[in-house]
Nanobody, 127 residues
């Protein structure tokens, strides 16, 4: 059983930056591919970013490309999501997720492929 705990969210102004962290425990972190998802009020959950077990492959969705970066520190069982140039439409609860599967571009955005989820951290961007 893997536990995931996110932190780093908050209330910021448009244009600001935040770094979200997700610490994993209870499993072998290096065997899990990791993803970040977000859910805005009244909207469905949305895929944000993916990173492979080694960190050698990563992807962020087009709407945040150039502003968000995903990375991982396997020595410290942590995956990060760096948020830059934040916009009001980035307001959401951001959750990390862990998958025991080898994911590719055909399915890394599919939430059903992820087995473990954190509780989420709120990011609110004011205009």
């Amino acid at each position: 059983q893997v536990q995931l705990v996110e932190s780093g969210g908050g209330l910021v102004q448009a244009g600001d930056s935040l770094r979200l962290s997700c610490v994993a425990s209870g499993g072998t972190f290096t065997t899990y591919t990791m993803g970040w998802f977000r859910q805005a009020p009244g909207k469905e959950r949305e895929f944000v970013a993916f990173i492979s077990t080694s960190g050698g492959v990563s992807y962020v969705q087009d709407s945040v490309k150039g502003r968000f970066t995903i990375s991982r520190d396997n020595a410290n069982n942590t995956v990060y999501l760096q948020l830059s140039t934040l916009k009001p439409e980035d307001t959401a609860v951001y959750s990390c997720a862990a998958s025991p599967y080898y994911l590719t571009s055909s399915n890394w955005s599919d939430g059903t492929k992820y087995r473990y989820w954190g509780q989420g951290t709120q990011v609110t961007v004011s205009s």
